[in-house]
């Protein structure tokens, strides 16, 4: 049913909610189909809002953080919005310790996420 091997999409509304299936995003491999697929979903959609679901991460790498910052000029490229949820702590404290925490929009959760979109 799911078409993407590293991630599960869904869509409310305009607003495309992606899920990352890994507990843990570390080699380039993985890197890189993670991109590929996100890629693949925004298509040729010029500013999608994009909502990042965490939920299942336990461990990234920085890479992962460098594909992030990617991902944000792309969607913003386009006047979408980018956000961001369900980070665990001892993730966050990156995020936090690199100041991506002051250019992500992050919330506790996917409902939380998904009501900034309509603020």
């Known amino acids: 049913m799911d078409q993407y091997r590293r991630i599960q999409t869904a869509k409310k509304g305009d607003i495309h909610i992606v899920l990352f ?13 993670i991109k590929t697929e ?15 679901d965490f939920s299942n991460v336990e ?8 594909l992030l910052g990617q ?3 792309k969607v913003g490229a386009g006047k979408g919005r980018l956000k961001m ?7 966050f404290q990156v995020f936090k310790l690199t100041n ?9 959760d996917a409902p939380a996420g998904l009501a900034a979109f309509e603020a």
């Open 85 to 91: 949820c369900g980070i665990r702590p001892e993730i």
């Open 38 to 52: 996100i890629n693949r979903l925004m298509g040729n959609a010029s500013g999608p809002d994009m909502l990042l």
């Open 100 to 108: 991506l925490d002051k250019l992500f929009k992050i919330y506790p």
């Open 21 to 33: 299936k890994d507990k843990k995003i570390l080699d380039d491999t993985v890197l890189d189909e």
């Open 59 to 66: 461990f990234m790498s920085s890479a992962m953080l460098g």
């Open 71 to 73: 991902l944000h000029r």
